[in-house]
């Protein structure tokens, strides 16, 4: 450990010293880096914080066999009254149509998954055509088509055509068990993209870590931290999407959401490991270690979810987890990452 | 071991230390470079994409359904006038027939302002039964126009596309009719129909230059002739300002 004080001491010093001399050099401000990632999905259509009581279920009529087409079988219909409608997945629009049967004006937007979400009954679209990200205005709801009182159509299908297989809304309310927010029950979204429903122990030990942090800005990914950032899926059902429940590995299923910061605009994530009654704000230096593989898997699979928050240690930052810990020295940018008490790997990561 | 670490350390420091004098300086030639370091999300800012034009609309006062004829402006013989401020035209309605949230048994006296983009102006309707779903009580004999904002560049992919022309006095229109099966969607036959018209409108809504109005006139397929032309005088009594 001292051989590694001292290292790190001698990139707290040479390293900043040698950036600084070669961008002297340049005589040129470097651009800024950016990651590209467009994705991001979001828990629900309408602005988080509303409460939005879902008048029509999956499987109740109008929606129910027999009545309605097979893409609507699984459908919600949302109460609101001429109000922003709002992407919850990123994709590119593959119909605005102002049709004049049931659906009215509706936007259809091809996720990233394949899927098809429709946004039907619109009053008027915002976007017509291209790309659309997760979380942007879309439309504002209304009455158009076979309507009987303002509010939000929202389905999931596989195909384009309103005679495509319906698929399940759950992988976007929950896990559809117990407590599922898929309920008459006023509900109000978090679209923080993890949690049964808005009074239960995932939302709100995710809401309590959002609050330690000082809030976000922006909410990013829930992601499957089993391979990359691909969206949230049980690693043992490729067809069955969670995007906001994650399994990696039997004894250390959990949830991980990114956001950025409230007050600094900067990356962090927030995890919770399943039963677990708190979750924990991971900063940008940790958590980079979650995306970098080892021996197949990324870091969270041999590491497990955190156990308590980042605190300072002998001059480092230190934050615990399940099965190790890791060491951040936030001069020299560097991780050093412990399983158990055995020195494993190391990144190199600023924390912003 | 700790030797070796420490020697792969030193290396380590001046590989890293080399990378970044290069990395800057390809930096400062690129200027622009925005190559991913690492999958992530982009910060996306709710409601920053567009500005929730929902909000925007609550500025505008409700607009009463019964509104003082314009001069110039005529409807026919004991038929109402309604002025949409938010879209910009006028039009004439006849009597008995109003407008609906199908919240309540009555025709509206003031409609939100949020509703002026999507209204549903309904005939041999009232009183109205909430819960009824307009395309049932279509089917019974009711008729729902509804009035929509049609941005410049849309089209109905699914359904018949307004194309035929028709000149209704000075009003140059472009209309088709569709008829809908049992489930709501265009079908070969059906019991309930759709008159589509799109009227060209003067100024249009502030948000949506180039804009038309949609009007959708959605009757039983088996409508008289006489319900047919009030559908038709409802169209040819359009006021765009």
């Not at chain 1, 499987?59 to 929606?63: A, D, R, T, V």
């Given at each position: 450990m001292a051989d590694r004080a001292v290292r790190s001491r001698v990139l707290r010093f040479a390293l900043p010293a040698l950036l600084v001399a070669a961008f002297i050099l340049t005589s040129t401000p470097a651009a800024e880096a950016h990651n590209s990632w467009t994705g991001g999905y979001r828990k629900w259509p309408w602005r988080g914080s509303d409460d939005r009581t879902l008048t029509t279920l999956p499987?109740?009529?109008?929606?129910c066999p027999g009545v309605e087409t097979p893409s609507a079988s699984k459908a919600i219909d949302v109460a609101m009254n001429y109000e922003t409608v709002y992407a919850v997945s990123p994709g590119t629009i593959s119909t605005f149509s102002t049709m004049g049967g049931k659906a009215g004006t509706y936007l259809q937007v091809k996720d990233a998954d394949g899927s098809y979400i429709t946004y039907e009954h619109l009053s008027k679209a915002l976007v017509k055509s291209g790309a659309v990200l997760a979380g942007q205005p879309i439309a504002v709801s209304g009455c158009s088509g076979n309507c009987d009182v303002a509010h939000l159509h929202f389905q999931r299908q596989d195909g384009p055509t309103f005679y495509a297989n319906a698929l399940s809304l759950t992988p976007i309310s929950g896990h559809g068990g117990s407590g599922d927010p898929l309920t008459h029950s006023s509900y109000t979204s978090d679209n923080a993209g993890i949690g049964y429903y808005h009074s239960g122990t995932f939302s709100t030990a995710i809401q309590n870590a959002y609050k330690s942090s000082g809030g976000y800005k922006t909410i990013g990914v829930t992601a499957d931290i089993g391979v990359g950032w691909s969206p949230c899926r049980y690693e043992s059902g490729i067809s069955s999407w969670w995007r906001y429940g994650c399994a990696p590995r039997s004894g250390i299923a959990g949830s991980v959401q990114t956001f950025y910061d409230g007050s600094t605009n900067l990356e962090r994530a927030i995890m919770i490991e399943d039963g677990a009654s708190t979750a924990y704000v991971v900063y940008r230096g940790i958590l980079a270690a979650y995306t970098d593989p080892y021996n197949g898997h990324d870091w969270v699979y041999w590491i497990g979810y955190p156990t308590g928050s980042r605190y300072s240690w002998n001059g480092w930052l230190r934050q615990n987890f399940r099965y190790g810990y890791v060491l951040f020295d936030q001069w020299g940018c560097v991780e050093w990452l412990y399983i158990g008490s055995t020195w494993t790997a190391e990144n190199h990561y600023c924390d912003e | 071991m700790a030797t070796h670490r420490a020697g792969r350390r030193a290396h380590r420091v001046v590989m890293v230390a080399s990378i970044a004098i290069i990395g800057v300086g390809i930096f400062a030639l690129a200027a622009t470079s925005e190559e991913a370091s690492k999958p992530g999300p982009v910060p996306q800012h709710e409601g920053g994409v567009i500005a929730p034009p929902a909000e925007a609309a609550a500025s505008v006062d409700p607009a009463p359904a019964s509104a003082p004829l314009p001069e110039g402006v005529t409807c026919p013989p004991d038929w109402s006038y309604f002025d949409n401020p938010v879209m910009h035209y006028g039009l004439c309605i006849p009597a008995g027939w109003g407008f609906s949230d199908f919240r309540g048994p009555d025709p509206l006296d003031r409609i939100p302002s949020a509703m002026l983009e999507n209204l549903h102006l309904l005939g041999n309707a009232f009183p109205w039964r909430p819960g009824t779903m307009p395309f049932d009580a279509v089917r019974r004999g009711a008729t729902d126009i509804e009035l929509d904002v049609l941005p410049a560049d849309a089209t109905s992919s699914d359904e018949c596309q307004p194309s035929t022309k028709r000149l209704l006095g000075i009003l140059s229109v472009l209309s088709c009719e569709q008829l809908y099966g049992t489930d709501g969607l265009p079908a070969a036959t059906g019991l309930l129909r759709a008159l589509k018209v799109i009227v060209p409108l003067r100024t249009g809504p502030a948000d949506e230059p180039g804009a038309r109005l949609l009007l959708i006139a959605r009757t039983r397929t088996a409508a008289s002739l006489a319900e047919v032309t009030t559908l038709w005088q409802i169209v040819q009594y359009v006021h765009a300002y």
């Open positions: 499987g109740e009529c109008p929606h | -």
